[in-house]
């Protein structure tokens, strides 16, 4: 038995649908330390936009390093903070006309959400926070509240409270949240005027579920109108994931409150933001502390992936076009097993393949036997979850595709 098995806690879960021990990892590989090498189609959960230990970035951080850079600093005024901040206005918040505050919440994406929906409370006075079916925010309370997955719910052990849940886009003929719409229109409804509205674009852990840039806007208005504070939790699918910077930049909204973790920090090392109206910025000092709010190493390589891929729209232009390669390849992986209840959806380079729940495991289970990683999503784990880093290049692009449609091919005839 290894040592994993044998003394870390069976929480874990990662490594039990990979279990092998990697060593290094470049670009879009992962590496064995027994010398075998896999495609990386999970990267890091959305962490890894920008690869494996990219190049740029990788000597940024190496010389901040080297010059005896401040590794924590808690919300001390440092260098690298400064840079950050600066850079982040400059390339992301200015030219879309955005005058959002920054607040530095903690580490993880959980730490943003926690911190949206504390804010949220305050500056309202309000307790209630509406959210979606098939939600995932993260895994402390708060954030549990407001997320649909059973398994990560029941884990809480107390009642999970002060949030109400409502359906995700449906993809109507006409698209609108009209069930909440309902609700908060008339007395009676039970419905108490909530702080907040918390959404994700593309549910990613809930199933690569795409809300329609029509939904997002009449729900942006529906908060307008009844004075709800909107937060857009693009924790997994900001930084560029479906294209744009933000991913609710094609709905042309601007929400009031935006969650960032994950790939904000460029590198995979932890950094979180939340971006908020500055009219909100009510907290008084310290009313929000934290000991890892100022990871520095963080901050430089989250400067250097904001210098690097966001001046200009290169790799926008190119998650779009890759987007719509891996749309285009996933139908045609459906298209050639008529019957058997496949079908795709995504945005940018955030996509899923829908197995249906009986083969979704053994299609991931396939493609690591084949040296791909992809991991499954989806409130019975029934799609196929396609998150290659947005620097993976063509040849890897084809690889992947390949061995997916292989995998699918190999299980529908297994399972025949
Ligand atoms: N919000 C979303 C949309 C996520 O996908 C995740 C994690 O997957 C989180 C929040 C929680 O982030 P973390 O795991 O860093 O706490």
Redesign the pocket.
Known sequence: MSIFEQHESGVRSYSRRWPVVFSRATGSRLHTEDGRRWLDYFAG???LNYGHNNPVLKRALLDYVENDGITNALDMFTSARRDLLETLVEVVLRPRSMDHKVVFPG???????EAALKLARTVTGRSGVVHFTN??????LG?LAVTGNPLHRRSAGVPLTGATPMPFDGHDEHPHPEHLARLLAGPGSGLDLPAAVIV?TV???GGMNVASTEWLRALAELCRQHEILLIV?????GCGRTGPFFSFEDAGIVPDLI?L??SIGGYGL?L?LLLVRPDLDVWPPGAHSGTFRGVNPAFVTATEALRTYWRDDTLEKSTRARGEWVGTALQGIVNAHPGAGLSTRGRGLVHGLVVGAELADAVSDEAFAQGLLVETSGPRDEVVKLLPPLTVSDAELAEGLAILEESVRVVLERAA
């Open positions: 959960a959305g962490s580490p993880g994406g959980a730490n943003a959400v939600s995932f925010h993260g895994a402390t954030a994700e549910q990613a852990e939790d693009d924790v997994q699918v969650c973790s994950k932890p979180a």
